[in-house]
């Protein structure tokens, strides 16, 4: 089955600079690569997400890259805020498929 | 309401007891999903339904028992539970999990087994 690893497992950075979040993957059919914000106590809610397709997407202040050839895909969260401080998830999965895996999470927290 | 909604939010149960969680979606979705969510963990799903029917079991014990009536309704019945079933139990829908679609989680059951 799919085996999903994220790191770091928790990051600080200043208020203003940027933060990335990397993950890799096992299973080279996995097609479907969303990002997770949960924030302390809140429900996970997704952020962004890419499709195997295409190898970079941005929306305003959050970018993923992938590469597939690898099997990793980051997310960049730039000029963080402190509303930015929250939990992120990564996770694979393939269309066709029921699962999603999931990362084991990395706790951002930034400093204002 | 609107979205996903769960109950109760908090729960706490003794190891002989029986109890139910219960998960409501509002968003005419087809899929909905029971996660457990534990401390230093990734989240781990346990079952999958799609338009009621069951399509994943992942490889959860016999003592969690999940219920979908209908598309909209998922419960996940609980006995018998271990003081390591304690964590935060979210229910997600997404459109059809038979393709690749955001999840909506709900706000969880946080349970605590005595």
């Known amino acids: 089955g799919e085996n999903v690893e994220q790191h770091p497992s928790t990051l600080s950075v200043q208020e203003g600079d940027s933060a990335v979040i990397k993950c890799t993957y096992s299973d080279s059919a ?15 809610q997704l952020i962004i997400d890419i499709r195997s397709n295409v190898g970079e997407k941005k929306d305003q ?9 690898a099997k990793h895909f980051s997310l960049h969260i730039t000029e963080t805020q402190p509303e930015d401080s929250a939990v992120y998830f990564c996770a ?16 951002l927290q930034v400093i204002p | 309401e609107t979205g996903v909604t769960q109950t109760p939010r908090h729960l706490v149960m003794g190891m002989t007891n029986k ?26 799903l346990m079952f999958v ?14 003592r969690f028992s999940p219920e979908c009536p209908n598309s ?11 003081p390591e079933d304690s964590a935060l139990y979210l229910c997600a829908s997404s459109q059809d999990a038979g393709v690749a679609y955001e999840q909506y989680f709900g706000p969880g059951t946080r349970l605590t087994v005595t």
Request: charged share 20%.
């Open chain 1, 30 to 44: 996995s097609n479907y690569f969303p990002w997770y914000k949960q924030e302390l106590g809140k429900r996970p």
């Open chain 1, 61 to 69: 202040r959050i970018a993923v890259t992938l590469n597939k050839t």
């Open chain 1, 92 to 107: 694979a999965s393939r269309e066709g498929y029921q699962k999603v895996t999931f990362g084991i999470g990395t706790k």
């Open chain 2, 19 to 44: 109890k139910s969680l219960k998960c409501e979606q509002h968003l005419g979705h087809n899929a909905m999903y029971w996660y457990k969510q534990s401390a230093k963990k990734p989240l781990e």
């Open chain 2, 49 to 62: 339904y799609n338009f009621k029917e069951q399509t994943e079991n992942n490889s959860v014990p016999s």
């Open chain 2, 72 to 82: 909209s309704h998922l419960f996940l019945h609980l006995h018998t539970l271990q």
